[in-house]
């Protein structure tokens, strides 16, 4: 949804929140160390080339990539993400042997070809097939409505796929807490400018690197500020920062010690302890709980009405195991209620 703001599913100090197949965890897609690539769903091992190294994998389902990798894009500018004239998505990640860059093509057949740059680039295409929902499983995914019906049959390229970099996914959901997506994305975007690496290999120009949690850490209160960024999530931020290694670990975990580890964090609430897993655990089950549109979505496509998060919950308890696949769907194509009242206003905190 454009422009979310996250909603208060934070202690009363205010430390949380911001608006958006099943859980795989436990498998070499989720561990630190890089992951064998032979055998792996019809994949080649990557070899190496004057453009870095080079996989082609064709998946045993159908993939669409762009529609796949969007949820990883955070505003139009994002440092971290781009789609080129031709198509391709390119990324930028700190892998556990460090900063890559990768660019995924989708060719007739289907036949995946991802490239890869940097001393990341082995480990990015070992995790290709992860990150493109490789282990998503669509067991149990029954249509219980016509409309999911529909929006399955119109994204059936979409996957779940994880990325296995926690810390990665937890800032940018901290700072899309309590504001709306435009605040949000000029914070991501300044703050990689400025402290994120160039992106190893021939990628778009400006493309940045995720900074190692030590650099977060110490990020100062002024640039924090310059970036628009308050106290509080700067302080999450910094907090994860300090136990990123032990966040990492949350890929290994069932779904639930992976949502426990996650909000035993200051900060870190029902909301953003999902958007963490959506993206790095590839947890099809994840609800954004708490997020400022999602259940008017929700509630509007699935009964024609206007629900909270109990309601939302209620209307996806049948999708138990997928209800973060429906509400992605929904998200995508779903019907939007009437505009009655104000939208939520974009603040400038460096104004204050």
Not at 23 to 39: I, K, L, M, P, V
Not at 247 to 274: F, M, V, Y
């Amino acid at each position: 949804m454009s422009q979310q703001a996250a909603p208060p599913d934070l202690p009363a100090e205010g430390q949380e929140g911001r608006p958006p197949g099943v859980s795989t965890t436990g498998d070499q897609g989720c561990r630190s160390r890089r992951a064998s690539t032979a055998g792996d769903q019809g994949g080649r091992s990557p070899r190496a080339s004057t453009a870095g190294l080079r996989r082609e994998w064709q998946p045993p389902f159908g993939v669409d990539v762009r529609l796949t990798l969007s949820v990883h894009r955070h505003g139009g500018t994002d440092p971290a993400y781009r789609v080129d004239a031709a198509g391709a998505v390119w990324r930028t990640l700190l892998t556990p042997d460090g900063p890559g860059t990768l660019r995924v093509t989708a060719d007739p057949g289907p036949l995946i070809t991802g490239q890869a740059w940097g001393p990341g680039a082995a480990w990015l295409l070992d995790t290709l097939p992860a990150q493109l929902g490789a282990h998503d499983d669509l067991s149990g995914f029954t249509i219980r409505h016509p409309i999911v019906g529909e929006l399955a049959l119109r994204y059936q390229g979409l996957r779940i796929g994880r990325t296995a970099r926690v810390f990665e996914a937890l800032v940018p959901a901290v700072l899309e807490q309590k504001v709306v997506g435009r605040e949000a994305h000029r914070a991501w975007r300044i703050l990689l400018r400025k402290y994120g690496a160039p992106a190893p290999g021939p990628a778009p120009a400006g493309m940045r690197v995720f900074p190692a949690p030590s650099t977060w850490a110490g990020i100062p209160s002024w640039d924090w500020h310059r970036a628009g960024v308050e106290g509080v999530r700067a302080r999450t931020i910094i907090g994860a920062a300090g136990v990123a290694a032990r966040l990492e670990q949350a890929c290994e975990l069932d779904p639930a010690e992976a949502d426990r580890r996650l909000r035993s964090l200051p900060g870190i609430g029902p909301w953003t302890s999902a958007e963490i897993r959506q993206r790095a655990v590839g947890d099809a089950d994840a609800v954004s709980v708490g997020d400022y549109h999602l259940p008017m979505v929700v509630g509007w496509t699935l009964a024609g009405r206007i629900t909270d998060d109990a309601g939302m919950l209620e209307l996806l308890a049948p999708y138990a195991g997928h209800r973060y696949r429906v509400a992605r769907l929904i998200e995508l194509g779903g019907r939007l209620p009437p505009r009655r009242g104000p939208r939520m206003p974009v603040r400038d905190y460096r104004a204050f």
